[in-house]
């Protein structure tokens, strides 16, 4: 099923598609493919919105060093908010020595989104609950390990590319990667796949989507 750019806006907000629209539909901004601050967080938020995105998973720390101040997190916090966007604070964490930024945790953000795939089963674990004991909003890990038993409110794997489709199940969020994609057509179709056959899908990422020109 391949659908053009307007196609995809229109099936995600129809009348008739109100239960897809209503999944997570997720654009991740990863800060090393392209930094993303309050001179540009603007244009994001309203390209996700024109995209049909409903939430954002913002990386705002990376291998244990937090990227932006409280203040301006929050700011990004009411911005999003104002776009109809949900926004997931993301923290890439490469080490068990890192710890969680504790400090971002109350500034009205919908959830924390654990990113930390390279670690051990055990760390990532150990991390989630540590999150999950101390935080009281959403959590949510994206995870390469296609049989993870981790059990956050969003588990979302890294399907990448048509090789992971056989992945793609109900009770877990779906992903599509820009760099996998070989045309805006073959995007489109890995999309709208991801969506319909799981409970969301996220796209990885925005930096991603600009270079391509989707």
Do not use: W
Not at 43 to 51: I, P
Request: glycine share 10%; hydrophobic share 40%; proline share 2%.
């Amino acid at each position: 099923m391949l659908l053009s750019a307007a196609a995809v806006g229109i099936y995600l907000v129809s009348a008739g598609s109100q239960k897809a629209a209503a999944k997570p539909v997720i654009l991740y901004v990863n800060q090393g493919n392209g930094v993303v601050n309050g001179s540009n967080f603007g244009n994001m938020a309203s390209y996700a919105v024109s995209r049909g995105f409903n939430t954002v998973f913002f990386q705002v720390y990376r291998q244990g060093a937090l990227l932006f101040s409280p203040a301006l997190l929050a700011s990004f916090v009411n911005e999003s908010h104002s776009e109809g966007l949900k926004i997931f604070f993301a923290l890439y964490i490469t080490d068990r020595s890192q710890g969680l930024p504790s400090s971002i945790y109350s500034l009205g953000e919908d959830g924390i989104n654990l990113d930390m795939s390279t670690l051990a089963l055990s760390d990532q674990q150990a991390f989630l609950a540590s999150l999950e004991g101390s935080y009281h909003g959403q959590t949510a890990v994206t995870a390469t390990n296609m049989t993870s038993p981790l059990k956050p409110n969003l588990l979302i794997l890294e399907t990448y590319g048509s090789s992971f489709q056989q992945y793609i199940r109900h009770g877990i969020i779906a992903s599509v990667g820009v760099f996998t994609t070989t045309s805006h057509q073959d995007y489109q179709s890995q999309f709208v796949y991801a969506l319909q056959n799981s409970d969301g899908v996220m796209v990885f990422d925005y930096a991603g989507l600009l270079k391509a020109g989707y």
